[in-house]
């Protein structure tokens, strides 16, 4: 699997405009509903669920990054969202870093091993020190783009 094989690349932000981690996760899933790829009125269900997710355990995987991921009958594929903060979000990670870039995933209740499948692509990119660099130093849409387009590249 390929990160473009789900990244809607119309939910692409560079600079999210939120300082906090549930402003980031609401942010992210309406991009994700202006692109078409969830219902309006399923925002607040989705991003609730998300932030829920985070009190039990952090996404904030450490080295400037963060994965918030859920399931949710409300989406239809799997799909995910990149946003991008210059300026760092607490996102309460395991290294207790500020977080610069943040992948959201969404996937179907009943496709867990599409969503198995999107998690292990994430974080195999991410355990490379240039895609997490690239992505960090990204400034517009075309230039987060170009590091999904390059890490796809490097993956075939």
Known sequence: MRLSDFVCMDALVPEL????????????????TKAGKLPKTK???????????????S???GRGVAV????????????AAVGCCGRGIDFTSL????????ILLLSPT???????????????NLQKDDFRRFLRQAQTV???RETIDDADASNT
């Open 59 to 61: 996404t904030g995987i």
């Open 110 to 124: 009943d496709k867990a091993d599409r969503h198995l499948q999107a998690m292990e692509c994430i974080f195999r």
């Open 17 to 32: 405009k939120a300082g906090d981690r549930d402003g980031a996760i609401l942010e992210l899933v309406q991009t994700l």
């Open 95 to 102: 290294d207790k870093q500020p977080v610069y870039t943040v």
């Open 68 to 79: 918030p991921h859920v399931k949710h009958p409300a989406v239809k594929q799997v799909v």
């Open 43 to 57: 925002v607040d269900e989705v991003a609730k669920a998300l932030m829920q997710r985070e009190t039990e355990a």
């Open 142 to 144: 075309e230039q987060v």
